[in-house]
């Protein structure tokens, strides 16, 4: 059954266009995820499911119900863990997720007990009569996804759930995400521009760049619409060696980039000896060779052309540089 | 449904109740604040004579003090949704399943009644000095326009809140709009019946909706120093609060987080 679905959701801001034409659906059940770059239209997306923007085209359902028209419904159905930390850092842990709590209408025995369930799942028993001002960034983290889940949500959206931490925090909050996948089979729809993240949590991942999903699979399939594993060379002559290369039919595809090529081949360490004759038939010096399995990092970059990093860089470029100076690269 | 909302209220409300209750350097600071005021520029001024004030300075300044911790206090804690809306609790409040009216009533409930506590200590303290009062009339009549000031003053601050997005603004407004019709209400001396002042600063104190305020607190505390009879500006004031509670409360459901 699609618990989340989307017909076109479109948000237009002024001249920007963030999110653009977007279908997707997201199954009962599964983690799904949202990976892109900082301004693909991750946040907008998730900002209009969650009822506090209105689309400018489209429509979706959450849960059953219209972001529009049943608002109220969705909101009862939806626990949300918002990019920017939204707790009320003088209240204590406890106080943020009773008040929570009341707010969803629950009642005082129903409370009590859940958030008893909540702080255990996310580890912060012993630290729930402590002012949230005193807690480390991981452990705010870990009580806003406590308090997304107080209400028995359906679908949990969390927005960059492990931005700005330590790879340690990350690991503890990648589990206890599981875990509550798991054990009450709620929905969670993240977004992420982490490549490791989609990979270790999601079951299905959508790539989003400028607005527009570019492809939606399982994160196996993705991987393997890439090839079985990438080689990566760069050559004296990378456009010539292209040329022959492309006659070659075990090469599932070929990707140039500025400096270097991309190959989708079948058992890799198998096809480099094969790579140089041919470079050495041509006279074309290989500089550089290597075989790796496939990561979302490559199938980032086998749909948008540029890796995660470049991206970010090119929005640096972007904010720092007057318009005029600018060309786009697409 | 209703429930739900009763809680959300409540919840509003008892949020910031707790966090008033814990931040004793506020608490200190807005009751110090005023003390001061009183004590200082009061006994400072006691046996001075100025046109208008018939009786100690003290009595005369105690209504005008009380008035401005209400005031002061009351509109903070409408400017306070920015707060809310820089640590992004507002986010967490809108997508909660309870309707954008009763996270106002809640608000404004909970900033009028911790200026009240602060207005009530200062009341307490002026009559401890002497003040005298009218009666028990104007002891209700006194609670009314406390009562009045505070929610006109959320009102006011939520409209604020919901122009602006940064607190640098909010200085801009305390120092140009609301110190000058501080001055112009008569909370520190007369201004209506002075005739050392130019004609055109005693017609602007006349449409100061901060004036009837202070008069009305003044005629019904100490039932002198007033100059407009307190019924009808007591009329005034309720219109002016009704109105600034409406726009205040329309304005922040229209903002977005």
Known sequence: ME??????????????????????????????????????????????????????????E????????????????????FQEPALDIELTGQENLEYHARMYGLSKNKRENRIKDVLQLVD???????????????????????????????????????????????????????????????????????????????????????????TIDSTLNLKN??????????????????EKLEKEPWIKNIKQYDSFITLGVEKGEEKIPVIIEIGQKQNIRIKSISVRKPTLDDVFLHFTGRTIRDQENNNHMNNILPQRFIRRRR | ???????????????????????????????????????????????????????????????????????????????????????????????????????????????????????????????????????ALGLVLTLVFMILIAFTAVGFGLILASRMNDFQGFQIIMNLIIFPLFFLSSAIFPIGSNPNLPDIIIKISYINPLFYMVDGLRGSLTGANYLVDPMINLGIVLIICVIMLTLGSFMFSKSEA
């Open chain 1, 3 to 60: 618990i989340i679905q989307t017909h076109n959701l479109t948000k237009k801001f002024d001249k920007l266009t963030a999110v653009d034409n977007v279908s997707f659906s997201v199954k009962e059940g599964e983690i799904f995820g949202f990976l892109g770059p900082n301004g693909a239209g991750k946040t907008t997306t998730i900002k209009m499911l969650t009822t506090l923007l209105n689309p400018t085209g489209g429509s979706a």
């Open chain 1, 62 to 81: 959450v849960a059953g119900y219209n972001i529009i028209k049943q608002r109220d419904m969705v909101r009862q159905n939806i626990g949300v863990v």
């Open chain 1, 124 to 214: 912060l028993e012993n630290k729930k009569k402590v002012f949230v001002k005193n807690y480390s960034g991981g452990m705010k983290r870990r009580l806003e996804i406590a308090r997304g889940l107080m209400h028995y949500p359906k679908v949990l959206f969390l927005d960059e759930p492990t931005l700005g931490l330590d790879s340690q925090t990350r690991r503890a909050i990648w589990s206890n995400i599981k875990k509550m996948n798991k054990e009450e089979g709620t929905t969670i729809f993240l977004t992420t521009h982490y490549m490791e993240e989609a990979d270790f949590l999601c079951d299905r991942v959508g790539i989003i760049d400028y607005g527009k999903i570019l």
């Open chain 1, 225 to 242: 619409s890439v090839g079985n594993d990438v080689i990566t060379l760069s050559s004296a002559d990378n456009k010539k060696l292209i």
């Open chain 2, 1 to 135: 449904m209703i429930k739900a909302e009763l809680q959300a209220i409540y919840v509003m409300w008892l949020r910031q109740m707790k966090r008033f209750v814990r931040s004793k350097s506020r608490i200190i600071a807005s009751i110090v604040q005023p003390l001061f005021f009183l004590v200082i520029l009061g006994g400072g001024f006691s046996t001075a004579q100025l046109p208008g004030v018939e009786t100690n300075y003290i009595y005369y300044i105690a209504p005008g003090i009380i008035a401005m911790a209400i005031l002061f206090s009351s509109m903070f804690t409408g400017v306070s949704v920015l707060w809310d809306k820089q640590f992004g609790f507002m986010q967490e409040v809108l997508v909660a399943p309870i309707s954008r009216f009763s996270i106002v009533i809640g608000r404004t409930l909970g900033g009028a009644t911790t200026a009240l506590i602060q207005g009530f200590i200062i009341l307490f303290i002026a009559i401890a000095m002497g003040t005298p009062i009218t009666g």
